[in-house]
């Protein structure tokens, strides 16, 4: 049985596409919205603005109250300890960046940051920045032949030099889950600080912070079915204290004279200026939405359609996957045919995948390939989806070969 998607039908992007002859396989690049996002964003946009925080007034105060709304239910979504632990950014990237500016007078030069080879460009350049500054040490976690980090070696290089590991959930490249008990285990022996970078993970499945015990976790509002424009930053909030300020401006203001200022903690104090306030009301929307979803079909269903997509790989020749992954995503290459070449005929028969190095240069280089075909899976694909691909990959691999 081919899986069916009770969900694609909420989501009029999705059938906008299809109307258009549109497939879409590229949700880990940024996922269509259901309808009760619009409508949030709509809503309140339709409904007077105003802006948050500041205002005595009631479009003011209700702005307000709907924003921190949001904030917890980002909370409760990721079991933060309290609403404080939730910061608002731009996205996951904003959120590394901030991060990178925020810990950088607690490192001092000769120490270690420690991330992995498979890391996103926005979960490695900040840090690489950050130790051209301070004289650190950017260490890179090896992977194992399956794509997972490798365990053996992490625990043979993270020491006691190690102030700082921050990696990824879940790959954008590989889709496999890391083994992040065990690495933050590693980190928490050394009293390093920790960051998970949830830009993938955060859609599938639910994630429990407390229980994970990472010092601070990202995620990008775009790539969990909301708005863009909007990212989070979890911090434990003895972390989240031991931040520095990093822009300035209205709201994270306690008390300013000409020549010094005092500021606010978090998260006001890391909120500088006016926030994507429509944006933010929306993901909490698209929260809301999430929390009403029957989570175990939702995982059948995409497991059921992983299970297709890499059966379908697998049986053509020639195709070569990337590492073993083990849901929402593959990545894969041809044996003598170039990325570009096969993306652009996919392409022309209306296939959305992606091409190129999905923003993990090192990775690809270190795998020995100038790029890849990454189709990645929502909630909302289906198997009719999936045969349009492979009915498109058999045509284009006929016409290169
Ligand atoms: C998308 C992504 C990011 C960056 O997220 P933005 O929303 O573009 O800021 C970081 N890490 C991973 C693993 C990603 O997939």
Request: with cysteine; hydrophobic share 45%; charged share 20%.
């Amino acid at each position: 049985m081919s899986p069916i998607s009770p969900w694609r039908a909420d989501f009029p992007g999705i059938l906008a596409l299809e109307a258009e002859g549109q497939t879409y396989l590229d949700s880990a690049a940024t996922a269509q919205k259901p309808q009760a996002v619009l409508d949030a964003l709509l809503g309140y946009l339709a409904s007077g603005v105003a802006n948050v925080h500041r205002a005595q007034h009631l479009p003011g105060e209700r702005a307000t109250r709907a924003f921190e709304a949001a904030r917890s239910k980002a909370a409760q979504w990721l079991n933060a300890a309290s609403t404080e632990e939730i910061i608002f950014t731009r996205g996951s990237t904003e959120s590394l960046n901030l991060l990178a500016y925020g810990l950088e007078h607690l490192l001092q030069p000769g120490e270690q940051i420690v991330i992995s080879a498979l890391e996103h460009h926005a979960n490695l350049l900040p840090w690489q920045q950050l130790a051209k500054r301070r004289n650190l040490e950017l260490l890179v976690l090896p992977l194992d032949h399956t794509g997972s980090i490798d365990m053996q070696q992490a625990a043979r290089l993270i020491g006691p030099r190690t102030r700082l590991l921050a990696v990824s959930q879940l790959s954008n490249v590989l889709g496999r889950w890391q083994p992040l008990a065990e690495l933050l285990a590693l980190a928490r022996a050394q009293g390093a600080f920790s960051v998970v970078d949830g830009a993938q993970g955060a859609v599938h499945g639910r994630h429990d912070l407390q229980a994970l015990g990472c010092d601070f976790y990202v995620c990008s509002s775009h790539k969990l079915y909301g708005p863009d424009g909007v990212g989070l930053l979890y911090g434990r909030r003895e972390a989240l204290g031991k931040l520095q300020h990093w822009q300035f401006g209205g709201e994270m203001v306690l008390d300013a004279d000409y020549q010094s200022a005092r500021y606010r903690p978090a998260p006001l104090g890391f909120e500088a200026g006016t926030p994507a306030v429509s944006a933010v009301i929306a993901l909490g929307a698209a929260l809301d939405w999430l929390n009403g979803l029957d989570h175990t079909a939702v995982a059948r269903h995409e497991a059921a359609l992983h299970a297709e997509l890499l059966a379908g790989l697998q049986s053509r020749n020639g195709v070569r996957l990337l590492g073993k992954p083990q849901l929402a995503l593959a990545s894969f290459c041809v044996d003598g045919v170039h990325n570009a070449d096969l993306a652009h005929l996919l392409s022309e028969q209306g296939i959305a995948v992606r091409a190129g190095h999905h923003c993990a240069m090192p990775l690809m280089k270190s795998l020995g390939l100038s790029g890849a075909i990454r189709v990645s899976l929502g909630m909302y694909n289906d198997g009719d989806d999936l045969r349009r691909f492979f009915s498109a990959l058999d045509n284009a691999l006929d016409l290169l070969r």
